[in-house]
Nanobody, 123 residues
Framework: QVQLVESGGGLVQTGGSLRLSCVASGRTLSTYAMGWFRREPGKDRAFVAAIGESGKTSYADSAKGRFTISRDNAKNTVYLQMNSLKPEDTAAYYC?????????????????WGQGTQVTVSS
């Protein structure tokens, strides 16, 4: 069992920044790929960013140049630094974990999920 708890969401103005955190318990995440997804009301979860056990990263086009995913294995934590936020970034953001050496970008590839944290960007 892997438990994931996200934090760091909130209300921010356009152009602002937020840093999301995802703390894991139950397993050491050093051999897990970690992903961030987001869901807008009425839509499926959309890939945002992922980081492999090696530290290699992958980003959705919408996140490239603005968001940075990182991990601190000593703290069993993964982060998503979001800069230059736009109203279209408004969504619930979810952390996910999968024990794999790949860097999955599909939500079906992840077994473990957090409860999500809401990000709202005002215009």
């Amino acid at each position: 069992q892997v438990q994931l708890v996200e934090s760091g969401g909130g209300l921010v103005q356009t152009g602002g920044s937020l840093r999301l955190s995802c703390v894991a318990s139950g397993r050491t995440l050093s051999t897990y790929a970690m992903g961030w997804f987001r869901r807008e009301p009425g839509k499926d979860r959309a890939f945002v960013a992922a980081i492999g056990e090696s530290g290699k990263t992958s980003y959705a086009d919408s996140a490239k140049g603005r968001f940075t995913i990182s991990r601190d294995n000593a703290k069993n934590t993964v982060y998503l630094q979001m800069n230059s936020l736009k109203p279209e970034d408004t969504a619930a953001y979810y952390c996910a974990a999968e024990k794999t050496y790949t860097i999955p970008m599909s939500f079906e590839s992840y077994e473990w999920w957090g409860q999500g944290t809401q990000v709202t960007v005002s215009s």
